[in-house]
């Protein structure tokens, strides 16, 4: 298991606890960053594309808060791809209260795939995408998507939806540990 940490050069304040838990991880797992530049949309593909295939990953994005007990959960469940519904900030959707986070692809009248931040009803056991906040992907889906995903650009901030639409995969939900957003 490697521990994927996409950031940007300067730490924010409110990124500083999801650093300091990523440090805590480092005596247990291979942390692998990902430094992603504001000018460079490409960094956090270019950045995955090292690591695609080598073996399974937990994602833990700069401005998210996990629990230890969380993670475990992730490594030891038998579902291949997993994540968390994470609560997303009020500034970060413009809602009047935390959502627990779904990237939901929907099929419009016009037959347009098009994916939009939605709320994950509670209990729902299996999600099409929890976008790529905090999520255990296994190294099996890498392989078997190899070939595209590194013949493909995904532009931040649309990567979550272009990696949604190549796994093409159901996500495990957990919900044994609240799972944080620490929005600016
Ligand atoms: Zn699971």
């Given at each position: 298991m490697i521990i994927i940490y996409p950031h940007i050069p300067q730490i924010k304040s409110n990124m500083v606890q999801t650093r300091d838990f990523i440090d805590s991880l480092s005596n247990e797992f291979e942390i692998f960053e990902i430094v992603t530049p504001?000018?460079?949309?490409?960094a956090y593909h270019d950045g995955l594309k090292k690591i695609w295939g080598k073996d399974d990953i937990i994602i833990i994005e700069q401005d998210v808060l996990p629990t230890k007990k969380f993670i475990k959960n992730l490594i030891e469940c038998n579902h291949k791809n997993c994540g968390a519904p994470v609560l997303l900030c009020e500034s970060h959707t413009g809602l009047p209260r935390k959502i627990r986070m779904i990237l939901d692809i929907v099929m419009t009248d016009d037959g347009l795939n098009v994916a939009r931040w939605a709320e994950l009803p509670?209990?729902?056991?299996?999600?099409?995408s929890l976008g790529l906040a905090c999520v255990k992907i296994s190294k099996q889906i890498q392989l078997d998507t190899m070939h595209r995903f590194l013949n493909s650009e995904f532009y931040y901030p649309r990567i979550d939806e272009g990696i949604v639409r190549l796994l093409n995969t159901k996500f495990h939900v957990h919900y044994e540990e609240t799972v944080e957003h620490n929005c600016v």
């Amino acid at each position: 298991m490697i521990i994927i940490y996409p950031h940007i050069p300067q730490i924010k304040s409110n990124m500083v606890q999801t650093r300091d838990f990523i440090d805590s991880l480092s005596n247990e797992f291979e942390i692998f960053e990902i430094v992603t530049p504001e000018n460079d949309k490409l960094a956090y593909h270019d950045g995955l594309k090292k690591i695609w295939g080598k073996d399974d990953i937990i994602i833990i994005e700069q401005d998210v808060l996990p629990t230890k007990k969380f993670i475990k959960n992730l490594i030891e469940c038998n579902h291949k791809n997993c994540g968390a519904p994470v609560l997303l900030c009020e500034s970060h959707t413009g809602l009047p209260r935390k959502i627990r986070m779904i990237l939901d692809i929907v099929m419009t009248d016009d037959g347009l795939n098009v994916a939009r931040w939605a709320e994950l009803p509670w209990g729902t056991e299996y999600a099409n995408s929890l976008g790529l906040a905090c999520v255990k992907i296994s190294k099996q889906i890498q392989l078997d998507t190899m070939h595209r995903f590194l013949n493909s650009e995904f532009y931040y901030p649309r990567i979550d939806e272009g990696i949604v639409r190549l796994l093409n995969t159901k996500f495990h939900v957990h919900y044994e540990e609240t799972v944080e957003h620490n929005c600016v």
